[in-house]
């Protein structure tokens, strides 16, 4: 049976941060598989990836550090829009992600994400509000989602 997103990362050391996007899929519902899809290391499972998303995936969520090729390169092979997450790396924690997803040229964009485990949630959430576009049903799980995340908010801080 299909899946609705796809999520990739360069390296199972991306796992941690990617899972938080899994997370929030899981509590919407929504449908998904994970892989690991190097730019450089697994640059043949990369190509065969893009090629057959279309058709297969709706939303393709993508995270790597450093040199984090994969989101880019993801999106110059398919036009299923992909979401970029910019793991946190030690050397530059996670600015040289930022700026390698973020810098797309003109005709091949990457929806970029903010840098760690925030970005991916949030990338998660990106998918949702994508895929609730044609689905009432979803839309109204998203919408629910939101309102307890506000509703979890006090009006004042607590000692
Ligand atoms: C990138 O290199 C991966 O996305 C990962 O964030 C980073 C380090 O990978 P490992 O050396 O931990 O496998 O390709």
């Given at each position: 049976m299909g899946v609705d997103v796809g999520i990739i990362m360069?390296?199972?050391?991306d796992w941690p941060t990617m899972r938080e996007a899994a997370l929030i899929l899981d509590e919407l519902g929504i449908s998904y598989e994970t892989r690991i899809v190097s730019?450089?290391?697994t640059p043949d499972r990369l190509w065969t990836y893009g090629r057959e998303a279309a058709g297969r995936l709706k939303v393709i969520i993508a995270g790597a550090g450093g040199a984090a090729h994969l989101p880019g390169m993801m999106a110059s092979k398919t036009r299923v829009p992909v979401i970029g997450v910019p793991v946190q790396t030690k050397?530059?924690?996670?600015v040289d992600s930022l700026y390698s997803i973020l810098?797309?040229?003109?005709g091949f964009p990457v929806a970029t994400m903010a840098i760690g485990s925030a970005g991916a949630a949030n990338a998660g959430l990106m998918a949702a509000g994508i895929l609730a576009i044609g689905d009432e049903t979803l839309a109204a799980r998203l919408d629910a989602w939101r309102e307890a995340l506000s509703a979890s908010i006090p009006e004042e801080p607590q000692e």
């Open positions: 360069g390296s199972q050391s730019a450089h290391r050397a530059l924690s996670g810098q797309m040229p003109k």
